[in-house]
């Protein structure tokens, strides 16, 4: 989740680091990949809940430019956090994928993508704001200074998590397949940290900054789009 206004137009080179990242893979000989990223650029509207800003038009043409430089060979399943802009993210990046000959299936809103990991969405909104960083507050959850009655342990979320998505990763589906999972940068950042995603301790967590999850000679891998990779 977003504390702060970030600018929405540093982000455009991530889809296209996100769409090398994929067709590397997927040129290795990997068949499945998931692909758990933030969403795309979003309003900052400070007078409505967080959770129902929506992305910008410079966010959905992101979607759209992810969309048209994916494999054309891969058929992209949707999953996204329930918040308007996750799924629109999703949609929009399958949509454009579709449009340049792609194959597609629709999205759904998964919970486990949210917020799952906070007991006290408002103690947690606090701490976030007080915070000098996501990242520092990341470190501080993993440490185990922020409160229990807050947040479940990190590592826990973590695991969770990570079940979620291997699970998606191991289910049937098409020859070559690519699942979409839209989340926040809090769970981005929250899962780098936990699987040792983290060559380059402060770097921010863009849109469309993703993490690729994906088996390789029946070990199970994570990579950044800054080109780190780490067995799981």
């Known amino acids: 989740m977003e504390i702060g206004v970030k600018s929405e137009h540093g982000s455009h080179h991530f889809s296209e ?3 090398a990242m994929v067709t590397d893979v997927f040129a290795s000989g ?9 969403h795309s650029a979003r309003t900052f509207d400070p007078s409505i809940h967080d959770l129902l800003n929506k992305l910008t038009q410079h966010g959905r043409k992101l979607c ?7 494999p054309k060979d891969l058929t992209l399943k949707g999953y996204a956090s329930p918040p308007s802009r996750c799924m629109e993210t999703a949609e929009a990046i399958i949509q454009a994928h579709v449009d340049r000959g792609g194959a597609g299936a629709r999205t759904r809103p ?25 990242q520092h507050y990341v ?7 922020v409160p ?3 947040l479940i342990p990190a590592p826990l979320a973590v695991d969770l998590l990570l ?6 990763l191991q289910a049937p589906g098409a020859a070559r397949q690519l699942d979409l999972c839209v989340t926040h940068d809090l769970t981005i950042y929250t899962v780098r940290h936990g699987v040792g995603l983290e060559a380059a301790p402060g770097a921010e967590v863009e849109f469309l900054d993703g993490l690729l999850l994906y088996e390789r000679d029946s070990r199970l891998f994570m990579r950044d789009q800054r080109g780190n990779e780490v067995n799981l």
């Open 110 to 134: 998964v919970e486990a993508l949210g917020v799952f990991y906070a007991l006290d969405q408002q103690r947690m909104w606090k701490g976030l704001s007080s915070a000098p960083s996501l």
């Open 139 to 145: 470190s501080q959850w993993f440490a185990g200074t």
């Open 17 to 19: 680091k996100a769409a």
């Open 30 to 38: 990997v068949e499945r990949g998931v692909l758990l990223m933030r």
């Open 163 to 168: 079940r979620v998505l291997q699970g998606k």
């Open 148 to 150: 229990g009655d807050v």
């Open 64 to 70: 759209s430019r992810l969309g048209e430089e994916l």
